[in-house]
């Protein structure tokens, strides 16, 4: 099995931690978490794709072991996208393929809509697209639902209750049931527990709420809509996405109509997974990943 090594990338603004497998490998793979994760959401893809491919894995800005910003606006959208560009030619690529998860993917739709020259590929694990997630927002009482946590994430002061009992109420809303499933062993749970509790983790990484224009919107509330452009999110780049339909924070309707978005896209869906897709699925996900790779490559050389 690959070994999985770690490093950091000097971004000039930001360092950032990343964990590798395959660094002979030509071919850069850019793996982005969401929350509340970090780089180990993909331990268990890293060594299987890393045979093939040059994998990277960073802690995204204010998690884990990468610096964390004191500013709110460091953690907009716009920074998010140059943390990818900027990690992208710390490697030395200029062109690379993106995977992601949640808030990864919040990012890696971004980076694919706004410099499509640079990704090869996309693969999206159970993340929103930004226009329709945020007309979901705006319109869909279920989505509104269920993305309550959102406004709640914003509050001053949550940052105490997601820290209180060693993060027990983070670890309930999350990991709890895969814990239980015997899916996060204790050595896995403690890791988590570790990255949440560093110094600032959590307001950090509560800040990509704060920051982001993105959230409920309940007509009733008389909240202003954002009153997007549709064509300023068509996505260009071949798209895959792995969708587990058991997501309970991501409604099934975040799939319809995104074909009018991503004009070369591919949809698998698991019926039976839920929204932490990394977890319930690790060997369907790395089979995916890579085999998404190999058909783009095949088709570029074809």
Same mark, same amino acid.
């Given at each position: 099995?690959?070994?999985?090594?770690?490093?950091?990338?000097?971004?000039?603004?930001?360092?950032?931690? $990343?964990?590798?497998?395959? #660094?002979?490998?030509?071919?850069?793979?850019?793996?982005?978490?969401?929350?509340?994760?970090?780089?180990?959401?993909?331990?268990?893809?890293?060594?299987?794709?890393?045979?093939?491919?040059?994998? +990277?894995?960073?802690?995204?800005?204010?998690?884990?072991?990468?610096?964390?910003?004191?500013?709110?606006?460091?953690? &907009?959208?716009? &920074?998010?996208?140059?943390?990818?560009?900027?990690?992208?030619? =710390?490697?030395?690529?200029?062109?690379?393929?993106?995977?992601?998860?949640?808030?990864?993917?919040?990012? #890696?739709?971004?980076?694919?809509?706004?410099?499509?020259?640079?990704?090869?590929?996309? %693969?999206? *694990?159970?993340? #929103? =697209?930004?226009? %329709?997630?945020?007309?979901?927002?705006?319109?869909?009482?279920?989505? %509104?639902? =269920?993305?309550? $946590?959102?406004?709640?994430?914003?509050?001053?002061?949550?940052?105490?209750?997601? *820290?209180?009992?060693?993060?027990?109420?983070?670890?309930?809303?999350?990991?709890?049931?895969? $814990?239980?499933?015997?899916?996060i062993t204790?050595?896995? !749970?403690?890791? @988590?527990?570790?990255?949440?509790?560093?110094?600032?983790?959590? &307001? #950090?990484?509560?800040? @990509? @709420?704060?920051?982001?224009?993105?959230?409920?919107?309940? !007509?009733?509330?008389?909240?202003?809509?954002?009153?997007l452009d549709?064509?300023?999110?068509?996505?260009?780049?071949?798209?895959?996405?792995?969708?587990?339909?058991?997501? /309970?924070?991501?409604?099934?309707?975040?799939?319809?109509g995104i074909?009018?978005?991503?004009?070369?896209?591919?949809?698998?869906?698991?019926?039976? +997974?839920? /929204?932490?897709?990394? =977890?319930?699925?690790?060997? &369907?996900?790395?089979?995916?990943?890579?085999?998404?790779?190999?058909?783009?490559?095949?088709?570029?050389?074809?």
């Open positions: 099995m690959t070994e999985i090594s770690h490093g950091y990338a000097d971004l000039a603004d930001v360092k950032l931690h $990343y964990a590798e497998c395959g #660094a002979s490998n030509d071919d850069l793979v850019i793996l982005l978490h969401g929350f509340p994760e970090f780089w180990y959401t993909w331990r268990k893809q890293l060594p299987v794709i890393g045979k093939n491919v040059h994998a +990277v894995a960073p802690d995204m800005r204010g998690y884990n072991l990468s610096d964390r910003p004191e500013k709110l606006e460091d953690y &907009r959208i716009d &920074r998010l996208v140059n943390d990818v560009i900027k990690l992208a030619k =710390h490697f030395g690529k200029e062109n690379f393929y993106l995977v992601s998860h949640d808030w990864g993917a919040a990012v #890696a739709w971004s980076v694919a809509i706004s410099r499509p020259d640079l990704v090869k590929g996309l %693969i999206v *694990l159970n993340g #929103a =697209h930004p226009y %329709i997630f945020s007309k979901l927002l705006e319109e869909n009482e279920n989505q %509104i639902a =269920h993305s309550k $946590y959102m406004s709640e994430f914003r509050e001053e002061g949550i940052e105490d209750r997601l *820290l209180d009992d060693n993060c027990e109420w983070l670890w309930d809303w999350t990991f709890k049931s895969h $814990y239980d499933r015997g899916l204790d050595a896995e !749970k403690t890791e @988590y527990i570790k990255a949440w509790t560093k110094p600032g983790a959590i &307001r #950090a990484m509560l800040n @990509y @709420y704060r920051a982001s224009p993105v959230k409920p919107r309940p !007509k009733s509330k008389g909240e202003k809509p954002l009153n549709p064509e300023k999110f068509v996505v260009s780049v071949p798209t895959l996405i792995v969708w587990g339909e058991q997501d /309970h924070a991501l409604m099934p309707e975040n799939l319809d074909e009018d978005f991503v004009s070369d896209l591919e949809i698998i869906r698991l019926p039976e +997974v839920s /929204h932490w897709v990394t =977890h319930e699925d690790p060997e &369907r996900v790395s089979v995916e990943i890579m085999g998404y790779i190999n058909k783009l490559k095949s088709r570029k050389q074809g």
